[in-house]
Every structure is written in structure tokens, then in C-alpha cells.
């Protein structure tokens, strides 16, 4: 798959080890991402969700 | 705590408001004209209201007058209410509003009489460019004024959305704006050829991801729980939503590009993570659609629901239908054709216009305390607007499948089945049925500017709404433990940088190669610099704005190859500033108009500019008398050259002084060429310009091809 890249990328010294970097920014940027949002205490998620409904003197109904 | 007494700001909600309307209109009436003009070209009325010169000042209207007002709309609104503090600055407030007001109406004026730089969506000449950077500036002091001094110690997921907002169209506008002036008006962009499309999808892409996108996501999260009453469905995934999409988006612009000259590991790239983009989006249609769970029974009854659960659809379809064209055998049919055309007004039309509408009616009646003036008449804008989509969209869909088809048609004996015109003159009815679409959902609109001004006269602006809360404490110790992301949540400069970092990383990973290493664009040694009376044809090319409806940019399959010649090499394109590739087949490409069997004689292109169908039956294309009548401006010659020089193209010194003796050489060749057919016109024409630079399209490959055999 990588070969259209090879002609250029050869000419950089380790290059072998750039795709590897990559694939590891990924992967952990997602990781931990998702562990800690999994990790989020319940009642802080229900704080955080409710901010915009919290009265903010513009209650009157319209419809 | 001592409560401390506020007011928040509406007067500037109702401003923006205003404005988001009233622009709404005009760049949707622009709209509709345009798509008028491809049913009658007898509507190209003067060359101030010719089709390439209208059709970018109602994409410019669309994007950053109508939603442009509606992201400040939404978000003075409720940035307000999740700070729980009034704007940083009501002078700011004010500047950024009359400001923006400001370029849109400078952009009405600067774009019909062709003054543009040749980019779709950045086409704003360098000084409104200046003066954008000037007010986004501001807005983003002012926003940030306002999240410092907030009593509300935690950020809500939209100010997120805001803030990346303002950081990634900050980066993007700077970079697409590099350009070197050669006038008080006019500029070449710094950038050339496959360097200056890349950066152009870089930024054309983004612009749809972070002013089309992001802002009104902020909005779906806030605005949507408001309507529906009820806190959205997870706020985890909002923040998983949040972080993939900006990670990702950025790296998405290339898939504009695929089977182009541009380097094929940056079209890779640009594929992948155009595909992946799928997740985030659809996590955040699902937040949205699902935060009204138990409350679908509503949404029969409210009208402002109903919007915005079309809207999230909308939002859904075309986020779904974004990864599949950017996949390369999908492209390959689609690009270029009225596909394209259909898919960003479902964006354009379901996703910004139906939220913009449900946040209106919803915000209208509150900041004027009272009832909306009629449900039924908002049921009525409903309805046109969505049947209005289905009208626009299917026939386009039909249209554009229908057009790559013919276009790719070869009979049993291996040649083309249909001409290029063929393909046009079928697509008529279709671009008939869409002008329906566009006027039913036009008239939506007006039915909203009545239902609003009726409201707005029952009821009384609340300029200042008063409110209370308790200050921020300003120390505050981390505790041992805390959550990661309460810091971040916390910190909205902090918020701002990482943002930054992570949409960086995309832009440089595939921009830096390209400029840097020379083997992405091997030079062709035929490729010359353009003479100076094609160099001033090419401008009129872009002034008139023939890349809106022609490509310069041959594919390498076999149906674009025999139809437009030889594909399009990186290399042709150095001395191309700015590139002129373009992004629809309205017209047939050009990239070899002055050579192979596609070249015509010069009396033929004078007389198809003057009425293109005496030449080509049936063709939708403008007349353009006005260029057989109208003298070229030579005195700007020198000043092109010099500029062109400064930014790298091989002009010897001093040429610029020779430059026009050259240029009336070349027209006065021209002119004897079209006397022998019997037309006399004078050589300084800006007709004969143009003729110069069509018959030099394509040329320099072909003059490569003659030395080769001659060797």
C-alpha cells in the first residue's frame, strides 16, 4: 500500500520508524480518550449535561 | 456567597439575528438565479450579473453572510447563558457586528464587478481579507473576555465547539490568504500550481468542517436540549465526538483531489481519514436524534423540533455521503459533476438552514417576551423547506449520475457516444426541476420573514435581561484526584492550544512535503511562463470567473483522455498562480483547449464569446460582448510581471519594461489572424487577451512532445 510513498520516503534516514510514530499517536490519542471519558463520575456527566437548561431567566414557554 | 446581578446582552442576539435573515434571502435569491441562468442563459444580464461572477457571491453569501450570522446569533446567545456573564465587551460586540456587516456588503460590491482572487470561498480580495482578520480577531477577544470573566466554572461542551471554531478558521483564513499584492486591489496568491490546490482543499474543506460544521454543532448542543427541554443524550460521547472530529477533519481536504496531479500519498491520505470521519459525525447525529428520545411525541406537535430534527438528518445523510465520494472509484465518478452540486445543499439547505430556522423561532419570541405570531405559518415554512430539498436534491442526484454516465459513454466502436454539448442539453430539465426546489424553499423564507415580523411587533425587546449568579472563585487548588478533563474544562486558553496542536498536525503533515521535497512535482523543461498578453487573458479567465463551470485538470481515465487529451501532469502547473483546476464540469475542461483536435481557430473563440450559441447550439455558457468592446488595462502589466517574478516565476530582470511591447505584438498577430476571417477589432481588446490564453492552454506539453521527436 505504501509503495507510491517509498520513492520519497526512502530518502529519509529511519524512515521505517514514521508510520510506527503514527500509529502509535493514533491509537493511544484514542485510547485515552475513551478510558478517560469511560472513567467520568456519573454525577459530573448529569452537572455537565444540565448546564444549558439551567434557568436562565428566559423560561417563558412560546408554543 | 454574595448573588451578583447581571444583564445579559440581547439587543446583539436580535442584530445578528437580523442580519442572518436578511442575508439568508439575498444569498439564497442569488442562488436561485444562478440556478436560473443555467435554464435561460438570456438571464446573464450585463457582465455584472453574469453567471461567473454571481455564482461566487452567493456561495460567499450562503456561507458567510447567512450562516456567518447565524454561528454570532447563536453563539452571543448562548455563550452568554453558559458563562453566565454578559459579553466581554459591548463595544467589541458592536464592532464585530458592524464589521462583518461591513465585508458582506464589500464582498456584494467586489465580487459582481470582478474583483477576485480565484479561490472558491476565499475569492474575498486582499484588503476585505485584511479586514476579515481584523473582526475575527475581535470576536475571538471578545469570546474569550467573556469565557475569563464567566461564573460558571465549568465549560459546556458547545463553548468547545466555539473555540475550535475560532482557532481553526483563524489558521486557515491566514494561510489562504498568502498573497502578494501587485495592486490596491488585486494579488497573486504566494502559492502555485498542485502547491496552491492543496492548500486551496485544505482550506475549502475545513471551511465546510469549521464554519459549516463545528459552530453549528455547538449550537445543535445546546440549542437542541433547550428545545426539547431534556439534557443531551451523552454528554461522553459529546466529548468523543468533539476530539475525533477535529482530530480528523483536518486531514480530510485532498479527497477534492483525487485522480488529479496531485501527489497520490496525499490523495491516500486525505481518502483514509475522509472515510474515518464517519465515526464522529454519526456519534454526533446519534447524540443529537437521540437526546429526544422519549419525546418523539413532541416533536409532532412542536414545529421548532421538527426543524431541528431535520436538520440532524440532514447533517447525518451528508456526513454519511461525504466518506463514500471521497473514496477514490466513487470519486471517479462523481467530481465534477452536479452530484456535488446536491450533496452540500443537503448540507447547506437541511443542515444549517433548518437548525438556523429552529434556533430563530425558538430565540425570537424569548429575547422579545412573548408567543410566536403563528405556529401554522412556522408548520407551512416547515414543510416548503424540507419538500424544497427533495425537490433540489433528487433531481440533482438524477443529473449528476446521469452526466458522469454520458460523459463515460463509448459506443461498440470505441469511440465517445456523446458530445460534450449532448450532456449539457440533457441536464437542462434537470436544473429546471432544482430551480423549483430552490423556490420552494425561498418562499419558506419569506413566510418566516412575515411570521418574525409579526412577532418581533406584538412583542418588546428585552435589551437587557437581567440575571443572577454566584462569582467564580478565583483560587482554586486542584484537588488530589481530579478528573483530566475537569483541568481542561477549566481552562478555555489551555482548551484553545491543545485544539490548535491537534488541528496543526494535519495541515503540516500534508502540506510541508508537497512545498518542501522536489520530487512531488517534477518539473516539465517546456513548461514556460505565460507572455504577458496571455498572462492578462488569464486574469480576465479569472475575473469572469470561467473556472466556476470549466476544469483545467485531465484525469487519467480513458473517457477523459480521448474526449480532452493527454492527463494533467504536477509539473504543467508551476507558473500557475492561482491554480485554475476547478471543481465542476458545468462547461468541458480546458487544460488542452489550444491544442490537439480541440483547438479552434481564433475567429471561432471571438465568435463564441460573443454569442456562445452561434457556435456550440444550446450551450448554457454567458455572451461576454462586453470583451469584444471593453479595452484591456495594460498599465497594471509591469506590476504583474514584477509580482510574478517576486513569487518565483522566471521572468528576466527588466522584462517588465518590455513586457507590454511584447504583449501588443502577440494581440496585433491575433488581430490580423481574425481579419483574414473577416472580424476587425482593434488589439487592445480584452477579447483578444482571452484568445491568447485559450490557445496557449495545453500547449507546453505538446511543444515537450514535438522537441522529443525531433531529438
Known sequence: MFKFIKQYAEKIDHVDIYPMISLFIFFSFFIVLLVMVKKMKKERVQLLSNLPLENDGSTNSTL | MQVEKFYYDNRIVKNFAYATILWGAVGMLAGLWVALQLVFPQLNITQYGSFGRLRPLHTNAVIFAFVGNGIFMGVYYSLQRLCKARMFSDKLSYIHFWGWQLIIVAAAITLPIGLTQGAEYAELIWPIDLAITIIWVVFGWNMFGTIIKRREKHLYVAIWFYIATFVTVAVLHIVRSGQLPYSWLQSYSWYSGVQDALVQWWYGHNAVAFFLTTPYLGLMYYFLPK????????????????????????????????????????QSLGVVFSFMLIFPSWGGMINGLLTLRGAWDRVRDDVILKFMVVAVTAYGMATFEGPMLSLKSVSAISHYTDWIIAHVHVGALGWNGMLTFGVLYWLIPRIFKTNLYSKKLAANHFWLATLGILFYAIPMYWAGIQQSLMWKQFTEAGQLKYTFLETVTYMKPFYAMRSLGGTLYLAGVFIMFYNIYKTVKQGKLVANEEAEAAPLVKEYSKHKGEHWHRVIERRPIQLMIISLV???????????????????????????????????????????????????????????????????????????????????????????????????????????????????????MPAYPFMLTQNLDTSSTAAKINAMRSLGVPYEKGYESQANTDLMIQANMIRSSLKTEGIEVPANREVIALIAYMQRLGKDITNNKTATTNQ
Request: hydrophobic share 35%.
Open chain 2, 227 to 266: 428545545a426539547a427541554n431534556r439534557p443531551v443524550y451523552s454528554y461522553r460521547l459529546s466529548i468523543i465526538h468533539f476530539w475525533s472530529l477535529i482530530f480528523l477533519y483536518i486531514w480530510a481536504g485532498p479527497h477534492h483531489l483525487l485522480y488529479t496531479a496531485l501527489p497520490n500519498w496525499a
Open chain 2, 502 to 620: 491537534v488541528i496543526l498536525i494535519g495541515g503540516i503533515i500534508e502540506m510541508v512535503p508537497t512545498f518542501m521535497i522536489k520530487s512531488n512535482v517534477p518539473t516539465i523543461s517546456s513548461v514556460k511562463p505565460y507572455s504577458p498578453l496571455e498572462l492578462q487573458g488569464r486574469d480576465i479567465y479569472v475575473r469572469e470567473g470561467c473556472y466556476v463551470c470549466h476544469s483545467q485538470m485531465i484525469r487519467p481515465f480513458r473517457s477523459e483522455t480521448e474526449r480532452y487529451g493527454e492527463y494533467s501532469k504536477a509539473g504543467e502547473f508551476v507558473y500557475d498562480k492561482p491554480f485554475l483546476w476547478g471543481s465542476k464540469r458545468t462547461g468541458p475542461d480546458l487544460a488542452r483547449e489550444g491544442t490537439g483536435n480541440l483547438k479552434k481557430s481564433d475567429a471561432w473563440h471571438f465568435r463564441h464569446f460573443r454569442e456562445p450559441s452561434s457556435m456550440s447550439e444550446g450551450s448554457v
